[in-house]
């Protein structure tokens, strides 16, 4: 195509000419076989605003195209190639305009032709930008968040582009340098989503929030971004680093009443009666530079019937065994709880009450600190309770979760400097997990990772 700045005023030399001649050839011809031409041209996406549809630049499909003029009002619609054509459109002038609902114009909104036997109409041909996204991938080495210039890029890593309203998808590899571009998109609600590369070697895991990378640590999505025609949104950067994490159990405790006990405790000294109802939980903790998925069994010995599922993590039940899961992923550093409300039904002797935090998901080393066990026993119930049963004053603040959440400041607890983790509110991250999740149930490029979750 040629430059089509040009054509304006080649229509408008059309026009006059047609304004000397149509009212000669028109004399005395009937309405019903009023002489008619053939027009058509393009709508193309003009990426770099210059007016000139360049190599690489494609059309856009599905804009309304409007004639209006001596004959009436005409539509046509561009097809897959940006493409359109109008048939038998009787003589005469028109302006032809386009829907650019979305895109911004880059050509004259309006252009003039006429149709007449004398000439041959050009083509009509506008052009838009869309809104575009472009960013790099590349490995946070030195895990600032930051993108030093020394750091590797990303080639050939999977990104997203979801749009809010219509729930379509539309993907990009990056290329070999690690950058990316989304372009052509329409004004809407949107967010990306950045691969996950749990399964690539090394595995990687996105990078922190706060620095160059513009996705979640936990789920690799970004914020919504409303983007107005033709925006340019740069410097959208996706962080990874490669994962390192230990998982470890931190703590086991019942909770009776409103008091906690510590199980490692050699201190503690409890009498279990059949009858009894108490809480049992378990602590664990990621400890690492990425987001866990973080997985923790707890088990409990033949005796203590499960009544319900406790603590922030979500669970199962099988048999005498909980398993907590998160369908998202964890920061670091923050203890998570996995319990069971129990009844002791029956009396045992040789009991074990264990804790086992899984293995991480991005292959830690470590597995000597997953686990806590403590032997645990129940004896037939006496005349009364034991003396250890408390006062029901359950320690309550807002939150439902938080609500059940063992607290530090409970007596009878011995490992104080572990239970000062405790402190550690789980709540806030465990809102925004669900919000996201409420917010992107279709995303079809994380279902890698959710093939790693557990359910
Ligand atoms: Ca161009
Ligand atoms: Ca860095
Ligand atoms: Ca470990």
Redesign the pocket.
């Known amino acids: 195509m040629s430059k089509y700045s040009k054509l304006a005023a080649r229509a408008t030399a059309a026009a006059m000419i047609a304004a000397a001649v149509s009212p000669m050839l028109f004399t005395g011809t009937a309405a019903a076989d009023a002489p008619t031409s053939t027009f058509g041209g393009s709508v193309w996406f003009d990426r770099d605003s210059d007016g000139v549809a360049d190599a690489g630049e494609p059309g856009r499909q599905g804009a309304v195209v409007k004639a209006s003029g001596a004959g009436g009002e005409f539509f046509a619609n561009t097809d897959a190639n940006g493409k359109f054509t109008f048939q038998k459109i009787p003589f005469g002038a028109y302006d032809v305009t386009h829907s650019d609902n979305g895109f911004a114009a880059t050509t004259a909104a309006t252009v003039k032709i006429t149709l007449n036997a004398a000439t041959t109409a050009e083509s009509v041909d506008f052009g838009v930008r869309g809104a575009s996204i472009c960013g790099t991938s590349w490995n946070?080495?030195?895990?600032?968040?930051?993108?030093?210039a020394d750091?590797p890029r990303i080639g050939d890593n999977f990104l997203g582009l979801h749009n809010e309203t219509t729930g379509k998808d539309s993907y990009e590899n990056t290329n070999a340098d690690g950058t990316y571009c989304f372009q052509d998109i329409q004004a809407g609600t949107y967010h990306v989503g950045a691969n996950d590369r749990l399964l690539m070697s090394p595995q990687q895991g996105w990078t922190k929030e706060g620095?160059d990378s513009k996705f979640s640590f936990v789920n690799g999505r970004s914020a919504t971004l409303t983007l107005t025609p033709g925006q340019k949104i740069e410097n959208f950067d996706a962080?990874y680093q490669v994962g390192k994490m230990d998982v470890r159990a931190t703590q086991l405790l019942l909770i009776w009443g409103g008091t906690t006990y510590d199980l490692k405790d050699p201190n503690t000294s409890l009498s279990i009666q059949v009858g009894d109802e108490f809480t049992i939980v378990g602590g664990v903790v990621p400890e690492g530079n990425v987001a866990e998925q973080l997985r923790a069994d707890l088990t409990l010995p033949e005796g203590l019937k499960i009544v319900d599922k406790f603590g922030g993590m979500s669970s199962h039940i099988y048999g005498q065994k909980v398993s907590g899961y998160f369908t998202e992923r964890r920061h670091p550093g923050l203890v998570e709880f996995v319990g069971a409300k129990v009844k002791v039904e029956k009396a045992f002797a040789t009991g074990e009450i264990k804790l086992e935090g899984l293995k991480s998901i991005y292959g830690e080393t470590n597995l000597t600190n997953n686990v806590i066990t403590v032997p645990f026993h129940a004896i037939e119930a006496e005349g009364h309770p034991s003396t250890t049963t408390a006062p029901a004053t359950t320690t309550t603040t807002a939150g439902v979760v938080q609500a059940n959440m063992p607290q530090a400041k409970v007596t009878k607890v011995a490992a104080t400097g572990e239970l000062a983790q405790t402190g550690a509110n789980p709540m806030p991250i465990l809102g925004l997990g669900a919000g996201l999740l409420a917010a992107g149930g279709g995303a079809l490029w994380f279902t890698r990772r959710k093939a790693a979750a557990r359910d």
């Open positions: 946070d080495a030195n895990g600032d968040g930051k993108h030093q750091e620095g962080g």
